[in-house]
Nanobody, 123 residues
Framework: QVQLVESGGGLVQPGGSLTLSCAASTQYPFSSYNMGWFRQSPGKGREFVAAVSRTGAGKTYADAVRGRFTASRDNAKNMIFLNLNDVRSEDTAVYYC???????????????WGQGTQVTVST
């Protein structure tokens, strides 16, 4: 079983920065899981944002966030992070972390999800 808990969401002004965290409790060593970030805006489907491979050496980003967002992980603390920089109104969404032992990057079909954290970009 895997439990994922996101935190760090909130209200941020356009052009600002925010850091999201995801704490994991896993059946197998945390370092055996590929981790990902997804988001869902009102009226839209859930979409891929970023992913970090098991060791942290591999990182993948959606075109919409590449160069602005940075994903990372700390295997010693069982956590992953998403640094959001230069945020835009279109980044407003609920952000979810996801875990997958077999697939990189994690897909929408992955079994393990957190409950999500709201990010709102507004003046």
């Amino acid at each position: 079983q895997v439990q994922l808990v996101e935190s760090g969401g909130g209200l941020v002004q356009p052009g600002g920065s925010l850091t999201l965290s995801c704490a994991a409790s896993t059946q197998y060593p945390f370092s055996s899981y590929n981790m990902g970030w997804f988001r869902q805006s009102p009226g839209k489907g859930r979409e891929f944002v970023a992913a970090v491979s098991r060791t942290g050496a591999g990182k993948t980003y959606a075109d919409a966030v590449r160069g602005r967002f940075t994903a990372s992980r700390d295997n010693a603390k069982n956590m992953i992070f998403l640094n959001l920089n230069d945020v835009r109104s279109e980044d407003t969404a609920v952000y979810y972390c996801a875990a997958d032992r077999n697939t990189y990057p994690p897909k929408l079909t992955t079994e393990y999800w957190g409950q999500g954290t709201q990010v709102t970009v507004s003046t």
